[in-house]
C-alpha cells in the first residue's frame, strides 16, 4: 500500500471508529444519566417517604390530631409521594383511623381544592379530582362524582365511574345501572366513546349485595355483554336469596356461554343444593369453560347426585375438564368410589375407562384410597380394594407397586399383594420378587411369595391365548 | 474487462453495505414504534375476539433434560410456579434419569403411574412416567436417549393442551411468560400459530461481573429483539428464537414436529409449518411479543461463545438450504452468512481502494456502515432494552455494554465470520455424509402404538 493510500486508508477507518466511539459514548452517556436521574429522584423519594410516614403513624396510632400537622399536610398535598403514602393508608386503615384521616384531609382544605379541580377546564385535573374524592370517600364529593361521570371526557367518565364503585350512598346505584346498560349498548353508533364495561362491572363488584336485585332482570333480557357482565357480577357477590337462585339458574340454560360459565362459577359460590342437578347437566355443554365451571362448582357442593356425571367428565375432551372433574371426586372421597368402581367394572368403552384410570392417578385419589386399605374391614375399605383391583386390572400398576414397595404400614403392603396378585405382568412379578427378599414384614413376605406361587400354577396369559387359537 | 467486472462489484458491495445500514436504522425505528404499539397487550389479559372468556387457554410447557443438568430441580420449581392460570408442565428425559433430576424428582415426591401415552409423532420408547405429587400440574417421562428432536416430540405427544411452549435446553422462562405469550394468542386463538418474545442472557450462577462473552452475547440478544420487533410488524416474520417458543399444538403435529437431521431447530419448525398452512383460508399468524419471556444461559468463555454460535449457525445453514427459496429461510440464511460478507466486503473494498478502483468517499461510506452505524444499531438496542425492562444496571455494566457495543464490529464480528466460515465448511461436510446409511444397531425402538 502507497504511503498516500494508506494514510487515506487510516483515516477513513479511523473517522468510522471515532463515531463508532462517539456513538456508543453518547448512548452510555444517555443511559447513565437516565440511571443518575432516576437514582437521585428515587432517593428523594425515599427521603421524603420517611419524612411523611412518621406523620402517618402519628395520625394513625394517635386519636386526637397536632394542629401542627394541618398545615404540614396543606403543603403537601401536592407531592406525589404523600398522596401515594396516603392512598396506600386509606387502603389498610381501619374505619377508625380511616375516618380520622378522611376528617384531616378536609381540616387542611384538600377536599374543597378536589372538589374545585372537579369543574377545572383540564380533563386530567377533573380525572385526579375525581380519583381523589372516590378515594377519600367524602360524602360532599358524591354529587361532584355523580357530575364527572357524565363528563364529556372518556378517561373523565372511566375513573368516575370507578370512584363510585368505591362509596356508599343511594344516589350512586342508578347511575352505576345506568352506565352499565349504556355500556351494554356497545355495538350501537354512538356519538362519544362507551366506558368499558369492565370498569362499570368492577365498580357494581364493589357494591356488592347492595346491588343483586335490581340486577337480576338484566341477567334475563338485557344485551349479551350486560348479560355477562351481571353473571360474572354474581359471582363475585354470592347472594343466596332464592330470587337469586332463580335468576342464576336461569342463566344456566342462555343462549350465550360466558353467561352459562359465569352462572356455573355463582351457582358453586352460594352453595345451593338444589343446582347440582342443573349443573349436573352443564358437564355436558358445548363451551369447554362452562364444563370447567360446572366441575368446579360441582366440586365445591360435593353432593353425591353429580357423581355420575362427574365420573363421565373424566374422559371430557379437555384435560381442564377431566381434571377438574377428578378433583371433585377426590373431594367427594369414599361416597364417589362405588361409582367409579361400577364404571370401570361395567363400561364396554375401553379407552374411556384408561382415560378415567389416567385422571385418577393425577390426582391424590388412588394414594387415599392406597391408605383407606388400612381399614379393610370397613365399608371405605372395602370399597377401596375393589376399585384399586379394577385400577391394577386397567394396567395402571405402577402407583400400587410404588405403594407396595414403600409404604410404611405392613397390613397396607398385604393388602396390595392381594390386590395385585391376580396381574401377572412382568413388572408385578418383578416387584413381588423384591418384596419377597427385601420387606421387613414377614407376612408380607409371605404374602408376595404366595401370590407368586399362586400366579406360576394358574395359566398365563399366552398360555390362554394359545389354547383359544 | 475484469477491471470493469471488479469495479461493478466494488460498487454493488459499497451500495449492500449502504442499503443495509440505512435498513437497520430503519429496523430500529419500526421496532421502537412496535415496542410502544405492543403496550397495548396486558399481561393477563382474557378479552379474544369472541368476547370475554371466563377460563384462559390451557399451556403444556415442554421442556427436554439431557446431560444431567444441575440446575435441573430450580428449572422445574421455577416452571411448576409460572404466573398462569392453566398449564401442566412435560419434562422429557433423553435418556436414563440422571442424578440431579432425580434429585429434583425425589424433591417434588414423584411417583411412577401409567400414563396414556400416544405417539401421533412417532419417537423412541418412553420407558416411564412419572407424576409429582406436590406439583401436580408436572409430569415427566423417561425415555431412551435418542436426539433433542425426539424428546422434543416425545413432549408433543404427550401434551393435553392446544398450545404448547416448548423450552430451549437449559433456558428459564420468566415467571410472566405463559400470560404475556397467551395474552397475543386470545386475540386470535384460532390464527395465531407461534408466538415468541424477547430472550435475556444470564450469567453463571454466582459470577461477580459479566465477562466479554456475555456481554456480546447479551448485545447480540438486544440486536436481535430489536430487529424482531422492527421486522415483525412490516414483514410478519418471526425470527426463529433459542429460549422459548409457543406453538399451536394442531400446526406443529400437521407438519410431524421437530425433524431429527436438524437437531431441534424452531428455525426448521417455524418453516414447515408456515409452508404447510399457506393453503389456509385466512392466512396464519406468527407473532414476535417485544417483552421478556425467557432466560438463555450465556456463554462462559469465548469457546464456549464459538461453539454455540458454531452449533447455531450449522443448524440454521441446514434448515435454511431445506428451505431455499422461501423469503424467511433467505433472511435466515442472509443473518447468519452476514459476518462472512461484512468482513469480505471490508477486504475487498480495502483491496479496491488500494488499487484505485474506489475513491476515498466510498471507502469511508463502507466503514462507517461497518463500524459507526453498527455501534448505533448496537446501542439504540440497549438503550431500548435499558427503558423497557426499566431496570437500574450498575454504571460498570453499562460501560461494559457499550464498550463492547464498541468492539463488537472490530473484534466480535471477526470472529463470528470465521465460525461462519467452518460451520459453512461444516455443513458442506456433513451434507456429504448424510447421504450415508444410518447405523441400524444404533436405530432405538419405536414407541409402540
Known amino acids: 500500500m502507497g504511503g498516500g493510500t494508506a494514510v487515506a486508508w487510516y483515516q477513513a477507518v479511523g473517522w468510522s471508529a471515532l463515531a463508532a466511539v462517539v456513538v456508543a459514548a453518547g448512548s452510555a452517556g444517555l443511559s447513565m444519566a437516565r440511571r443518575r436521574l432516576s437514582r437521585r429522584v428515587q432517593q428523594s423519594r425515599d427521603r421524603r417517604r420517611e419524612r411523611y410516614r412518621a406523620v402517618f403513624e402519628h395520625v394513625q396510632t394517635d386519636g386526637t390530631v397536632d394542629p401542627q400537622v394541618v398545615p404540614e399536610w396543606s403543603r403537601a398535598f401536592s407531592d406525589g409521594v404523600f398522596l401515594d403514602l396516603l392512598a396506600d393508608a386509606l387502603e389498610r386503615a381501619d374505619a377508625e383511623a380511616r375516618s380520622r384521616l378522611i376528617a384531616l384531609c378536609e381540616r387542611s382544605g384538600y377536599v374543597g381544592r378536589l372538589r374545585r379541580a372537579a369543574w377545572s377546564v383540564w380533563w386530567w385535573r377533573r380525572a385526579y379530582a375525581a380519583r381523589w374524592l372516590g378515594r377519600l370517600g367524602s360524602r360532599e364529593g358524591i354529587a361532584d362524582l355523580i357530575r364527572l361521570s357524565d363528563d364529556v371526557s372518556f378517561r373523565v367518565r372511566c375513573v368516575a365511574i370507578g370512584a363510585l364503585g368505591s362509596l356508599r350512598d343511594p344516589r350512586i346505584e342508578p347511575v352505576l345501572l345506568k352506565a352499565l346498560d349504556t355500556a351494554g349498548d356497545g355495538d350501537k353508533p354512538s356519538s362519544r366513546r362507551l366506558v368499558p364495561i369492565e370498569v362499570v362491572t368492577a365498580a357494581l363488584i364493589a357494591q356488592g349485595a347492595a346491588v343483586v336485585l335490581p340486577l337480576l332482570p338484566r341477567l334475563i333480557e338485557a344485551p349479551i355483554a350486560v348479560r355477562e357482565a351481571v353473571a360474572n357480577i354474581l359471582s363475585w357477590v354470592p347472594d343466596a336469596h332464592p330470587p337469586v337462585r332463580a335468576a342464576l339458574l336461569g342463566a344456566l340454560r342462555d343462549g350465550d356461554a360466558e353467561v352459562r360459565a359465569r352462572a356455573a362459577q355463582a351457582l358453586g359460590k352460594v352453595g345451593d343444593v338444589g343446582a347440582v342437578v342443573p349443573l349436573a347437566g352443564a358437564l355436558s355443554d358445548t363451551a369447554w369453560f362452562v364444563r370447567l365451571h360446572a366441575a368446579r362448582a360441582l366440586g365445591i357442593l360435593r353432593h353425591a347426585s353429580a357423581i355420575r356425571s362427574l365420573v363421565a367428565a373424566l374422559t371430557d375432551e379437555s384435560w381442564q375438564v377431566r381434571a377438574t372433574a377428578a378433583e371433585a371426586l377426590r373431594r367427594l372421597g369414599a361416597q364417589a368410589v362405588p361409582a367409579l368402581t361400577d364404571c370401570l367394572l361395567t363400561s364396554g368403552d375401553r379407552y374411556a375407562k384408561e382415560q378415567i384410570v389416567e385422571e385418577l392417578q393425577r390426582t391424590t385419589f388412588i394414594q387415599e384410597q392406597i391408605n383407606l386399605l388400612d381399614e379393610a374391614q370397613t365399608e371405605a375399605g372395602f370399597a377401596a380394594r375393589r376399585l384399586l383391583r379394577e385400577v391394577a386390572r386397567h394396567g395402571a400398576t405402577r402407583i400400587l407397586l410404588d405403594a407396595l414397595r414403600r409404604h410404611p404400614k405392613a397390613t397396607v403392603r398385604r393388602r396390595l399383594v392381594d390386590i395385585l396378585g391376580r396381574e401377572q405382568s412382568p413388572r408385578v412379578i418383578a416387584a413381588f420378587h423384591d418384596v419377597m427378599t427385601a420387606d421387613q414384614d414377614a407376612g408380607v413376605r409371605e404374602a408376595a411369595s404366595g401370590a407368586l406361587t399362586a400366579g406360576s400354577g394358574r395359566p398365563t396369559r399366552d398360555v390362554v391365548g394359545r389354547r383359544a387359537a | ?449
Open chain 2, 1 to 449: 474487462m475484469i477491471r470493469q467486472v471488479l469495479l461493478w462489484s466494488v460498487q454493488a458491495a459499497v451500495v449492500y453495505v449502504s442499503v443495509v445500514a440505512v435498513v437497520h436504522l430503519l429496523l430500529a425505528v419500526t421496532g421502537v414504534w412496535s415496542v410502544i404499539h405492543s403496550r397495548r397487550y396486558r399481561d393477563a389479559p382474557s378479552r379474544s375476539g369472541r368476547g370475554e372468556v371466563s377460563a384462559k387457554l390451557p399451556v403444556s410447557v415442554v421442556m427436554v433434560e439431557q446431560g444431567d443438568d444441575p440446575t435441573v430441580a430450580d428449572r422445574i420449581e421455577a416452571l411448576a410456579s409460572l404466573d398462569y392460570p392453566a398449564f401442566e408442565v412435560i419434562v422429557v428425559s433423553d435418556g436414563p434419569i440422571g442424578a440431579h433430576l432425580a434429585r429434583a424428582m425425589t424433591r417434588l415426591h414423584a411417583a411412577p403411574i401409567d400414563l396414556i401415552y400416544r405417539p401421533v409423532i412417532a419417537t423412541a420408547r418412553v420407558t416411564a412416567c412419572y407424576h409429582a405429587a406436590t406439583a401436580p400440574n408436572v409430569v415427566i417421562l423417561e425415555k431412551q436417549r435418542t436426539t433433542s428432536a425426539d424428546a422434543y416430540n416425545a413432549g408433543l405427544n404427550a401434551a393435553r393442551s392446544p398450545f404448547v411452549c416448548i423450552l430451549g435446553v437449559g433456558s428459564r422462562l420468566d415467571r410472566r411468560a405463559l400470560s404475556r405469550l397467551m395474552a397475543s394468542v386470545a386475540e386470535d386463538p384460532e390464527r395465531i400459530v407461534a408466538v415468541s418474545g424477547i430472550e435475556r442472557t444470564m450469567c453463571a450462577a454466582g459470577a461477580a461481573r459479566r465477562p466479554v462473552p456475555v456481554l456480546w452475547s447479551v448485545i447480540e440478544g438486544a440486536r436481535t429483539a430489536l430487529t424482531a420487533a422492527g421486522l415483525g410488524p412490516i414483514l410478519g416474520i418471526l425470527l426463529p428464537p433459542r429460549g422459548c417458543l409457543l406453538v399451536q399444538k394442531k400446526a406443529v403435529l400437521r407438519v410431524g414436529g421437530f425433524v431429527d437431521r436438524h437437531g431441534a431447530e424452531y428455525a426448521d419448525l417455524l418453516f414447515r409449518v408456515r409452508r404447510a398452512l399457506a393453503d389456509q383460508r385466512f392466512p396464519r399468524r406468527m407473532v414476535f411479543l417485544p417483552k421478556p419471556v425467557a432466560w438463555i444461559p450465556g456463554p462462559e468463555s469465548l469457546t464456549g461463545l464459538a461453539r454455540r454460535y458454531h452449533d447455531r449457525c450449522v443448524g440454521a445453514l441446514g434448515c435454511v438450504a431445506d428451505h431455499l427459496p422461501a423469503g424467511n429461510a433467505l433472511l435466515v440464511g442472509w443473518r447468519m452468512i452476514a459476518p462472512l460478507i461484512d468482513v469480505g466486503i471490508a477486504v475487498g473494498v480495502t483491496a479496491a481502494f488500494r488499487w484505485g478502483l474506489v475513491d476515498v468517499s466510498s471507502l469511508l461510506l463502507v466503514w462507517m456502515s461497518l463500524l459507526a452505524v453498527r455501534t448505533a444499531y448496537s446501542s439504540a438496542a440497549i438503550l431500548l432494552m435499558d427503558a423497557m425492562l426499566a431496570e437500574d444496571p450498575s454504571r460498570r455494566d453499562v460501560g461494559g455494554l457499550f464498550a463492547a457495543a464498541v468492539l463488537e464490529p472490530m473484534i466480535y464480528r471477526p470472529m463470528a465470520a470465521w465460525w461462519t466460515l467452518r460451520a459453512v465448511w461444516q455443513h458442506h461436510r456433513l451434507g456429504k455424509h448424510a447421504r450415508l446409511q444410518p447405523d441400524p444397531t444404533t436405530t432405538p425402538d419405536p414407541q409402540p402404538v
